[in-house]
């Protein structure tokens, strides 16, 4: 059972236009979410993070959105670069320290130059 | 400050042998994760060890263990290896136990690769 779903394997984008990454999930107990960047051969790096308490958290070029209704997050990069490509995961944990990170499938983002 | 470091980075073992990956985390850093990434499962997670105890646990079987030494380093061991369990094996490191607003630091992990 995967609580942490994204369900684009892939995106391509121009350079210069946006990015937007989709991530979803099934637990309401998740309230705290964060995005993770991985290049070839590297580990994860931690991108953004939001908390359930907030609807929209940015950090530059990178906007994460929340919309706890529809159990639905987006990571928005504007404008995106082709230093941006990579595989991005996100990740839902529980305050109450019961849920460990739980990381989607990940999604290769490919910025055309 | 140096990061998270993981040995060995390749790693090509048979069905049925053990294999011990090793994770050095960040300096002043007493919380160790592991995870599985696999094609089209993402980062799963396998277990927490934070002074030296288990603090939580993935769905994966007994044949996944670690531990954690007093100088924090953590090492995490299969046994009776079998194909489905090549993957990269990722180990991150945090302040303290995991949990909201406590960020987690990855290694570059270890490929394991079961023939």
């Known amino acids: 059972d995967q609580q942490v779903k994204q369900n684009s394997p892939s995106l391509s984008v121009q350079e210069g236009r946006i990015s937007i990454l989709n991530c979803d999930y099934t637990n309401s107990m998740f309230d705290y979410f964060l995005w993770y960047k991985k290049y070839p051969a590297e580990g994860p790096t931690f991108l953004i993070s939001?908390?359930?308490?907030?609807d929209k958290n940015e950090d530059g070029r990178f906007t994460v959105f929340l919309n706890k209704s529809a159990k639905h997050l987006s990571l928005h990069i504007v404008p995106s670069q082709p230093g941006d490509s990579a595989v991005y995961f996100c990740a839902a944990s529980g305050s109450s320290g019961t849920y460990k990170y739980i990381f989607g499938t990940g999604t290769r983002l490919k910025v055309l130059a | 400050k140096a990061g998270v470091t993981q040995t060995p980075r390749y790693l090509i073992k048979t069905r049925g042998q053990q294999v011990t990956l090793s994770c050095s985390p960040i300096s002043g850093h007493r919380s160790v994760s592991w995870y599985q990434q696999t094609p089209g499962q993402g980062l799963q997670f396998l277990f927490e060890y934070f002074s030296e105890t288990q603090r939580n646990k993935g769905n994966f079987p007994g044949r996944f263990s670690g531990r954690q030494f007093s100088n924090s380093r953590s090492e995490m061991n299969v046994s009776t290896l079998e194909l489905g369990d090549s993957a990269l094996y990722l180990c991150a490191s945090s302040l303290t136990v995991s949990g909201v607003l406590n960020e987690q630091f990855f290694g570059p992990g270890t490929r394991l690769t079961v023939l």
């Open positions: 939001i908390s359930s308490i907030k």
